[in-house]
């Protein structure tokens, strides 16, 4: 009859494989915890992309007389629209923050230049980026460019992301920014004041 032997505990081979396993494991959970805050982070960043854009929707509305005319068509040209030529007021109106007031005109300029503000501190943008936005009078809501015709205005604003894992979320993304880990990403909306 054999003799029995009775084994107590784990060889060093058993514990080294265990060991290999559970690194596997841990390494994984880590890269995976690394891309979950990316992508809360781009989230982040749209979300407050459509915050900014519905505060000048708002800012827009309260002050229609800026974009729509007497006939109740949308005036051509307001000091709301920029195009992505062109450029955001470099200063505010100090006569809309006085009891004497200012025209509509005015206060739309005032109400860029402070929205612009919000917009620097707000998302991660560069002098680049932010000439691409636009505000502009726009019958075809899918398209880059305005055509200063129809009833809605569309707003397109834009961010530096450092997600280049994900395709972007326009058909305006702008891949020339990949280099320096970067890549603009755009929201787009169209509306009717």
Known sequence: MPAKTSQKGFSMVEVLVAIVIISIGVLGLVAMQGKTIQYT??????????MLTNDLIELIRGN??????????LLSSSNYYKAASGAFPTAGEASCRTTTGCTAAQMATDHLFLWTQQ???SLPIDDAT??????????TPD???CDNQ?????IRVGWLSRNTDCPANTPFADDNLVDAGNRREYYQISFEP
């Not at 932010?130 to 019958?139: G, M, S």
């Not at 129809?150 to 569309?154: D, M, Q, R, V, Y």
Request: net charge positive; hydrophobic share 35%.
């Open 41 to 50: 982070q781009d989230a982040n960043q749209r979300n407050t992309a459509a």
């Open 64 to 73: 229609r007389s800026a974009v729509i005319g007497p006939s109740g068509e």
């Open 119 to 121: 917009v620097r501190n």
């Open 130 to 139: 932010l000439a691409t936005f636009i505000i502009c009078r726009d019958r």
């Open 143 to 145: 398209s880059e460019a």
């Open 150 to 154: 129809g009833s809605a205005i569309k």
